[in-house]
C-alpha cells in the first residue's frame, strides 16, 4: 500500500509579501560600497547616475564630495545640482545638503555622497543617513556611497584591524533594507599606488596613510570585510527572492538570540558582536538588561552606559528590552525560555572573585542552569575591573555619617555585651555584636554592614576574649568562635543588606505604582480637556522631575496647550521638531535622531488611531535626559493621557454625531409638517376662494357663508401654526424671558376655553377648580398658550363627544392642574417623547393633522416659569392626562382649602 503525502504548500511567504507591499511606496536605495576611501564609489556612482539620465531619468545631485579630483568633477556635467545649504556655527558657515529643497523638487533619483557623514549642529538630522531615509520616505530613489568601516556593527573588528576607532558609523538596518548593494572593489596593490600619484590625498597626507591605515595588511582584512558583508547582504536577498515565488530551498532553523547588557562589560562591543552573530545565523534578536536594586543605586555613568547599549541595540535592528528582577540570571533564563531564545550572549562581570563568591556569578549560573540554550561568554573590557559593584557617588560607601552610626551601634553591642558578660557565656554574646551589625545593614546596605561586621570582630577579640584587652586570642576554641562570628557576621550582613535593596526598591516601584493608579483615577474623573491636561503635565514633571509642555493639534498646526510649570515657552526649533514629531509620529528633539539641537525632548502621544499630540520635556540635567526605566514610565503616562484626551474628543464626537442626526431628524420632521400642514389649509383656503370668485353670484347664501368659515378656519389654523414655530424658535435662541405677573387661575382658565370654543365645540367640558386657589407669578399670554395647546391637544385624540376635564387643587406649595381627555391614550413608551419637537403619536386608524410642536410649546413655557408638566394615561378611564404643576409664590401665604 502506498502512502499518500501531504501536499507541499507552494504558497508565498506572507511575510515576505507584506515587506513587499510596505516597499513598494518607498523610493528604492542603491549602496555603492568600498573597502577604504579612493577605491572609486563616488566615480561609480556618478558613472550609473549619468547612465540613467541618458535614458530619461530625472536625476539630481544632493551632495557629492569630489576632494578636488577632476575625473570625478568631470562627471557632474550636465545634472542638476541642488543648491547646498548653509548653517552658522561658531562664526563659520558649514555647508550642508539641503533636504527641504530636494523633497520639494522631487526628482526620480538623487545622489547622496559620504552616508555616513555627520550633520552640522542646527540640521533636522545629526546624520546623513537619517536625512537619506526621510528622502526615500517620500518615494526618491536614492544613489549612495559607504565605506565598510562605518558599518556599526563592524566598528570593533575595524578598530582592531588598523587601530584607529572611526566615530562615524552607519545601522547595519541602512545596508540590510538597501535594494541593491555594488561593491567597488580595488585591490590593493592598485589602491597604493593611486594613493602615491595623489589621487586620494594630497603628498603628505598619503605617504602618512600609506604608513599606517592604508597598509597592505590592512586594506586586504577592510576588503574582504566589504566582500563578505556584501555576500551576506545578497544571500539575504536569495532567500527572500525564493520565499517570495514559494522556490522549495533549505531555510533557517530559526534561532534566535539574546545580549545581556550591564553598565560594566563593554556593553557596545558586546551589542555589536550580537549582531554580527544574528546576521551569520539570519537570526532575530534581543538586548535584554536586568533592573536590580545595584542597578537603581547605580552612578550616572553606568546609567548612561547602559541606556547606550540599549538605543545602539535598536540602532543595529535588535529589540531592546528591560527587566525588572533582583536574581540576573534567573531573569535572563526566564525570559529566554519563554521566548525561545536559542543563543545567549554574556560578558564576565568585572569585579573581583571573592564578591563573586559572596554574592553568585551570574556567568557560572548562565551554564549552569542554561538546559538546552547555547551560552556564549565573551570577554570583556579588563580595565573596568572594580572591587564590588558600583555606587553612586553620595552613597552608603561615600556616606561617612553611615560609617559613623554603624560605629555607633558596635559601641552599644559591646557595651551591652559587657553588662551581660558576668551572667552568659562569652560564646553567646557574640549574638549581642551580631544585632549591631544587622542594625547596621537594615539602615545604611552592605558597606557600612561589613565596616560594623570587622569593628564587631575586632571588639568581640578585644574587650570579650581572654587575654582581655589585648587582640591576642590563648584559647584555640575561642579563635574558631571568632572566625564563625565574623563568617555569619558577614553572611547575615549580606542577606540584610539585599532584603533592605529589595525594600527600597519595592518601595520606589510601589510609589510608582501608585501614582500611575492615582494618575488613572484623576484621568477617569476628568470631565474636560483642560482637567485632563493639567493633571497629565503635573503627573509627568512630578516622577521624572524634568519640566513638560503638551501641544495638541489646533487649525493644522501644533499649539502649545498645558505646560508645567505653566510659564515654559517654545521657541520656533521646539516648535519646529514638536511638530515633524507629530507628523511622523516618531521622537524628535534633544537626545532623538532628528532635530537633536532642540531644547526639548518631543515624543508623540499615540493611541490606535495614530499620535493625538506631543509631550515635550527638558531638564537642567547633562547628558542623557531619561534612563531607560524612566523612559518606560515616560510612554506610560503618555499613553494614559492620550487615551484620556481621545476619550474626551470621542465624546465631543459623539454629543456632535448626535447633535448632527437630531438636526437632521428635526429638519426632515419640519419639512414634513410644513409640507402637510401649511399645504393642507391652504388647499383648503385657495379652494374656497377659487369657488367664491368664480361662482360667487350663483350659490346661495348658507353656502357661501361655509365657505367663508372654511376660510377663517383655515387661516386661524395658520396662524397658530406659524405661532408656534415662532415660540419654539424663540425658545431655542434663548431670547425668551417670562414676564410674570400675579393671576387667578380660573381666569386664565376661562380665557382658554373662549379662545377654543370652536375647536371644543364638540366635545362636553368639565371644570372642577378647587375653590380659594393662590394667585400664581405666571406670564399671562404664555399659560393662556399652554393651556390652549393642552385643549387643541385633547380635541384632536379624543373621540367626537367624550368630555374633556380641566381639575386643580392646592398642593402643599403647588398648585396641580391637569387636563384629562377620553381618548386612546399614550403608548407607554411615548410618554415622555411627546414633549420632542415635531413628534406625534400614530395611530393605525388615522394620522392627526398637527405640527408636533404644541406639547413641545407647552414644556418650555412651564419649565420657563418655574413649573413641571407630565403626561400619562389615566387610570380610571381610557384616555390621556396631563399634569401641571406650578409653584405658588413665596411672598403670598399659601390658604388652606375650603
Same mark, same amino acid.
Given at each position: 500500500?502506498?502512502?499518500?503525502?501531504?501536499?507541499?504548500?507552494?504558497?508565498?511567504?506572507?511575510?515576505?509579501?507584506?515587506?513587499?507591499?510596505?516597499?513598494?511606496?518607498?523610493?528604492?536605495?542603491?549602496?555603492?560600497?568600498?573597502?577604504?576611501?579612493?577605491?572609486?564609489?563616488? $566615480? /561609480?556612482?556618478?558613472?550609473?547616475?549619468?547612465?540613467?539620465?541618458?535614458?530619461?531619468?530625472?536625476?539630481?545631485?544632493?551632495?557629492?564630495?569630489?576632494?578636488?579630483?577632476?575625473?570625478?568633477?568631470?562627471?557632474?556635467?550636465? #545634472?542638476?545640482?541642488?543648491?547646498?545649504?548653509?548653517?552658522?556655527?561658531?562664526?563659520? !558657515?558649514?555647508?550642508?545638503?539641503?533636504?527641504?529643497?530636494?523633497?520639494?523638487?522631487?526628482?526620480?533619483?538623487?545622489?547622496?555622497?559620504?552616508?555616513?557623514?555627520?550633520?552640522?549642529?542646527?540640521?533636522?538630522?545629526?546624520?546623513? $543617513?537619517?536625512?537619506?531615509?526621510? +528622502?526615500?520616505?517620500?518615494?526618491?530613489?536614492?544613489?549612495?556611497?559607504?565605506?565598510?568601516?562605518?558599518?556599526?556593527?563592524?566598528?570593533?573588528?575595524?578598530?582592531?584591524?588598523?587601530?584607529?576607532?572611526?566615530?562615524?558609523?552607519?545601522?547595519?538596518?541602512?545596508?540590510?533594507?538597501?535594494?541593491?548593494?555594488?561593491?567597488?572593489?580595488?585591490?590593493? /596593490?592598485? #589602491?597604493?599606488?593611486?594613493?602615491?600619484?595623489?589621487?586620494? $590625498?594630497?603628498?603628505?597626507?598619503? %605617504?602618512?596613510?600609506?604608513?599606517?591605515?592604508?597598509?597592505?595588511?590592512?586594506?586586504?582584512?577592510?576588503?574582504?570585510?566589504?566582500?563578505?558583508?556584501?555576500?551576506?547582504?545578497?544571500?539575504?536577498?536569495?532567500?527572500?527572492?525564493?520565499?517570495?515565488?514559494? +522556490?522549495?530551498?533549505?531555510?533557517?532553523?530559526?534561532?534566535? %538570540?539574546?545580549?545581556?547588557?550591564?553598565?560594566?562589560?563593554?556593553?557596545?562591543?558586546?551589542?555589536?558582536?550580537?549582531?554580527?552573530?544574528?546576521?551569520?545565523?539570519?537570526?532575530?534578536?534581543?538586548?535584554?538588561?536586568?533592573?536590580?536594586?545595584?542597578?537603581?543605586?547605580?552612578?550616572?555613568?553606568?546609567?548612561?552606559?547602559?541606556?547606550?547599549?540599549?538605543?545602539?541595540?535598536?540602532?543595529?535592528?535588535?529589540?531592546?528590552?528591560?527587566?525588572?528582577?533582583?536574581?540576573?540570571?534567573?531573569?535572563?533564563?526566564?525570559?529566554?525560555?519563554?521566548?525561545?531564545?536559542?543563543?545567549?550572549?554574556?560578558?564576565?562581570?568585572?569585579?573581583?572573585?571573592?564578591?563573586?563568591?559572596?554574592?553568585?556569578?551570574?556567568?557560572?549560573? #548562565?551554564?549552569?542552569?542554561?538546559?538546552? +540554550?547555547?551560552?556564549?561568554?565573551?570577554?570583556?573590557?579588563?580595565?573596568?575591573?572594580?572591587?564590588?559593584?558600583?555606587?553612586?557617588?553620595?552613597?552608603?560607601?561615600?556616606?561617612?555619617?553611615?560609617?559613623?552610626?554603624?560605629?555607633?551601634?558596635?559601641?552599644?553591642?559591646?557595651?551591652?555585651?559587657?553588662?551581660?558578660?558576668?551572667?552568659?557565656?562569652?560564646?553567646?554574646?557574640?549574638?549581642?555584636?551580631?544585632?549591631?551589625?544587622?542594625?547596621?545593614?537594615?539602615?545604611?546596605?552592605?558597606?557600612?554592614?561589613?565596616?560594623?561586621?570587622?569593628?564587631?570582630?575586632?571588639?568581640?577579640?578585644?574587650?570579650?576574649?581572654?587575654?582581655?584587652?589585648?587582640?591576642?586570642?590563648?584559647?584555640?576554641?575561642?579563635?574558631?568562635?571568632?572566625?564563625?562570628?565574623?563568617?555569619?557576621?558577614?553572611?547575615?550582613?549580606?542577606?540584610?543588606?539585599?532584603?533592605?535593596?529589595?525594600?527600597?526598591?519595592?518601595?520606589?516601584?510601589?510609589?510608582?505604582?501608585?501614582?500611575?493608579?492615582?494618575?488613572?483615577?484623576?484621568?477617569?474623573?476628568?470631565?474636560?480637556?483642560?482637567?485632563?491636561?493639567?493633571?497629565?503635565?503635573?503627573?509627568?514633571?512630578?516622577?521624572?522631575?524634568?519640566?513638560?509642555?503638551?501641544?495638541?493639534?489646533?487649525?493644522?498646526?501644533?499649539?502649545?496647550?498645558?505646560?508645567?510649570?505653566?510659564?515654559?515657552?517654545?521657541?520656533?526649533?521646539?516648535?519646529?521638531?514638536?511638530?515633524?514629531?507629530?507628523?511622523?509620529?516618531?521622537?524628535?528633539?534633544?537626545?532623538?535622531?532628528?532635530?537633536?539641537?532642540?531644547? &526639548?525632548?518631543?515624543?508623540?502621544?499615540?493611541?490606535?488611531?495614530?499620535?493625538?499630540?506631543?509631550?515635550?520635556?527638558?531638564?537642567?540635567?547633562?547628558?542623557?535626559?531619561?534612563?531607560?526605566?524612566?523612559?518606560?514610565?515616560?510612554?506610560?503616562?503618555?499613553?494614559?493621557?492620550?487615551?484620556?484626551?481621545?476619550?474626551?474628543?470621542?465624546?465631543?464626537?459623539?454629543?456632535?454625531?448626535?447633535?448632527?442626526?437630531?438636526?437632521?431628524?428635526?429638519?426632515?420632521?419640519?419639512?414634513? !409638517?410644513?409640507?402637510?400642514?401649511?399645504?393642507?389649509?391652504?388647499?383648503?383656503?385657495?379652494?374656497?376662494?377659487?369657488?367664491?370668485?368664480?361662482?360667487?353670484?350663483?350659490?346661495?347664501?348658507?353656502?357661501?357663508?361655509?365657505?367663508?368659515?372654511?376660510?377663517?378656519?383655515?387661516? /386661524?389654523?395658520?396662524n397658530r401654526f406659524i405661532g408656534n414655530l415662532l415660540d419654539m424658535t424663540r425658545l431655542e435662541s434663548g431670547a425668551f424671558a417670562p414676564r410674570t405677573s400675579l393671576a387667578?387661575?380660573?381666569?386664565?382658565?376661562?380665557?382658554?376655553?373662549?379662545?377654543?370654543?370652536?375647536?371644543?365645540?364638540?366635545?362636553?367640558?368639565?371644570?372642577? #377648580?378647587?375653590?380659594?386657589?393662590?394667585?400664581?407669578?405666571?406670564?399671562?399670554?404664555?399659560?393662556?398658550?399652554?393651556?390652549?395647546?393642552?385643549?387643541?391637544?385633547?380635541?384632536?385624540?379624543?373621540?367626537?363627544?367624550?368630555? +374633556?376635564?380641566i381639575r386643580a387643587h392646592q398642593d402643599g406649595n403647588s398648585v396641580v392642574l391637569e387636563v384629562s381627555d377620553e381618548g386612546e391614550g399614550i403608548p407607554p413608551a411615548d410618554?415622555?417623547?411627546?414633549?420632542?419637537?415635531?413628534? &406625534?403619536?400614530?395611530?393605525?386608524?388615522?394620522?392627526?393633522?398637527?405640527?408636533?410642536?404644541?406639547?413641545?410649546?407647552?414644556?418650555?413655557?412651564?419649565?420657563?416659569?418655574?413649573?413641571?408638566?407630565?403626561?400619562?394615561?389615566?387610570?380610571?378611564?381610557?384616555?390621556?392626562?396631563?399634569?401641571? &404643576?406650578?409653584? %405658588?409664590?413665596?411672598?403670598?401665604?399659601?390658604?388652606?382649602?375650603?
Open positions: 500500500m502506498i502512502e499518500k503525502r501531504a501536499p507541499i504548500d507552494r504558497r508565498p511567504s506572507p511575510d515576505v509579501l507584506l515587506q513587499e507591499a510596505q516597499s513598494s511606496a518607498r523610493g528604492r536605495l542603491k549602496i555603492f560600497l568600498g573597502a577604504a576611501p579612493g577605491v572609486g564609489k563616488t $566615480y /561609480e556612482m556618478l558613472l550609473t547616475a549619468q547612465a540613467k539620465r541618458r535614458e530619461g531619468l530625472d536625476v539630481v545631485v544632493g551632495v557629492v564630495e569630489t576632494h578636488g579630483r577632476k575625473e570625478t568633477e568631470a562627471l557632474l556635467a550636465g #545634472l542638476e545640482i541642488v543648491p547646498l545649504r548653509t548653517i552658522p556655527y561658531n562664526g563659520r !558657515s558649514l555647508a550642508e545638503m539641503d533636504l527641504d529643497a530636494i523633497l520639494a523638487r522631487h526628482p526620480r533619483l538623487v545622489l547622496v555622497d559620504e552616508l555616513a557623514h555627520t550633520n552640522a549642529p542646527g540640521s533636522r538630522h545629526p546624520k546623513r $543617513y537619517l536625512d537619506v531615509e526621510e +528622502i526615500l520616505a517620500a518615494g526618491i530613489d536614492v544613489h549612495t556611497t559607504l565605506n565598510i568601516q562605518h558599518v556599526e556593527s563592524l566598528n570593533d573588528i575595524v578598530t582592531r584591524i588598523t587601530r584607529v576607532r572611526v566615530r562615524e558609523t552607519v545601522p547595519d538596518s541602512i545596508i540590510d533594507r538597501a535594494d541593491d548593494v555594488e561593491v567597488v572593489d580595488l585591490t590593493p /596593490e592598485d #589602491l597604493i599606488a593611486r594613493l602615491r600619484e595623489g589621487k586620494v $590625498y594630497v603628498h603628505d597626507q598619503a %605617504v602618512r596613510a600609506t604608513e599606517n591605515y592604508f597598509s597592505p595588511g590592512n586594506l586586504t582584512a577592510l576588503r574582504e570585510l566589504a566582500l563578505r558583508r556584501t555576500a551576506q547582504r545578497v544571500d539575504e536577498q536569495m532567500v527572500d527572492y525564493m520565499r517570495l515565488h514559494a +522556490i522549495d530551498g533549505p531555510w533557517p532553523a530559526g534561532d534566535r %538570540v539574546l545580549v545581556g547588557v550591564n553598565g560594566a562589560s563593554g556593553g557596545p562591543a558586546l551589542v555589536r558582536l550580537a549582531r554580527r552573530i544574528a546576521d551569520r545565523l539570519r537570526a532575530p534578536w534581543e538586548a535584554i538588561h536586568v533592573e536590580t536594586a545595584r542597578e537603581l543605586r547605580a552612578g550616572e555613568s553606568e546609567r548612561r552606559e547602559i541606556a547606550e547599549s540599549l538605543r545602539l541595540a535598536a540602532r543595529l535592528g535588535g529589540a531592546p528590552v528591560t527587566l525588572p528582577g533582583e536574581d540576573v540570571a534567573a531573569a535572563i533564563l526566564d525570559y529566554a525560555q519563554s521566548h525561545n531564545v536559542t543563543h545567549i550572549l554574556v560578558a564576565p562581570a568585572s569585579r573581583a572573585r571573592w564578591f563573586d563568591f559572596i554574592r553568585g556569578s551570574v556567568t557560572q549560573r #548562565l551554564i549552569r542552569d542554561a538546559g538546552g +540554550i547555547n551560552v556564549h561568554v565573551v570577554a570583556g573590557e579588563p580595565a573596568r575591573r572594580s572591587a564590588g559593584p558600583a555606587q553612586a557617588p553620595g552613597s552608603a560607601r561615600e556616606n561617612w555619617t553611615a560609617y559613623a552610626e554603624s560605629f555607633g551601634f558596635v559601641v552599644i553591642a559591646c557595651i551591652a555585651a559587657l553588662i551581660l558578660r558576668q551572667t552568659f557565656a562569652v560564646s553567646n554574646l557574640a549574638l549581642v555584636f551580631l544585632v549591631g551589625v544587622l542594625a547596621s545593614a537594615v539602615n545604611f546596605g552592605l558597606w557600612p554592614s561589613l565596616f560594623a561586621c570587622l569593628v564587631s570582630v575586632l571588639a568581640f577579640n578585644f574587650f570579650l576574649l581572654p587575654p582581655l584587652y589585648t587582640f591576642t586570642i590563648a584559647d584555640p576554641e575561642n579563635v574558631v568562635t571568632l572566625f564563625f562570628f565574623g563568617v555569619v557576621a558577614v553572611i547575615a550582613s549580606n542577606l540584610m543588606a539585599r532584603l533592605r535593596a529589595q525594600a527600597i526598591t519595592a518601595r520606589q516601584r510601589a510609589r510608582v505604582t501608585e501614582e500611575l493608579y492615582l494618575f488613572s483615577r484623576k484621568l477617569a474623573g476628568a470631565a474636560d480637556l483642560d482637567e485632563v491636561l493639567w493633571a497629565s503635565v503635573y503627573q509627568i514633571a512630578l516622577l521624572l522631575k524634568v519640566r513638560v509642555v503638551l501641544l495638541l493639534p489646533e487649525d493644522g498646526r501644533l499649539a502649545l496647550k498645558a505646560g508645567f510649570p505653566p510659564e515654559d515657552r517654545l521657541d520656533e526649533a521646539d516648535l519646529a521638531a514638536a511638530q515633524w514629531c507629530f507628523e511622523k509620529n516618531q521622537a524628535a528633539g534633544r537626545g532623538a535622531d532628528t532635530l537633536p539641537g532642540a531644547k &526639548r525632548l518631543f515624543t508623540p502621544m499615540r493611541t490606535g488611531r495614530g499620535a493625538v499630540g506631543v509631550i515635550g520635556i527638558d531638564s537642567d540635567r547633562a547628558g542623557v535626559l531619561l534612563m531607560p526605566e524612566e523612559s518606560r514610565l515616560l510612554d506610560s503616562l503618555s499613553d494614559q493621557a492620550a487615551l484620556a484626551i481621545e476619550r474626551i474628543y470621542l465624546a465631543k464626537d459623539i454629543a456632535a454625531a448626535r447633535l448632527a442626526a437630531e438636526t437632521d431628524r428635526l429638519r426632515q420632521a419640519l419639512l414634513t !409638517s410644513i409640507s402637510h400642514d401649511l399645504r393642507t389649509p391652504l388647499a383648503s383656503i385657495i379652494g374656497s376662494a377659487s369657488s367664491l370668485a368664480a361662482h360667487g353670484a350663483e350659490l346661495d347664501a348658507p353656502v357661501r357663508v361655509a365657505l367663508l368659515k372654511t376660510i377663517q378656519e383655515e387661516a /386661524e389654523r395658520l387667578d387661575l380660573s381666569d386664565l382658565v376661562g380665557a382658554a376655553l373662549q379662545r377654543a370654543q370652536r375647536i371644543l365645540g364638540d366635545h362636553t367640558i368639565e371644570i372642577a #377648580l378647587e375653590p380659594g386657589l393662590p394667585m400664581l407669578a405666571l406670564d399671562v399670554v404664555l399659560m393662556e398658550q399652554v393651556l390652549f395647546n393642552l385643549l387643541d391637544n385633547a380635541a384632536k385624540y379624543a373621540p367626537m363627544g367624550s368630555k +374633556i376635564a410618554c415622555e417623547r411627546i414633549f420632542d419637537k415635531f413628534f &406625534r403619536v400614530h395611530h393605525t386608524d388615522r394620522q392627526r393633522v398637527g405640527t408636533g410642536l404644541g406639547l413641545a410649546i407647552c414644556r418650555g413655557f412651564i419649565e420657563a416659569m418655574g413649573g413641571t408638566i407630565s403626561a400619562a394615561n389615566r387610570a380610571d378611564h381610557s384616555g390621556a392626562i396631563f399634569t401641571l &404643576r406650578l409653584p %405658588v409664590p413665596a411672598a403670598q401665604p399659601a390658604e388652606a382649602p375650603a
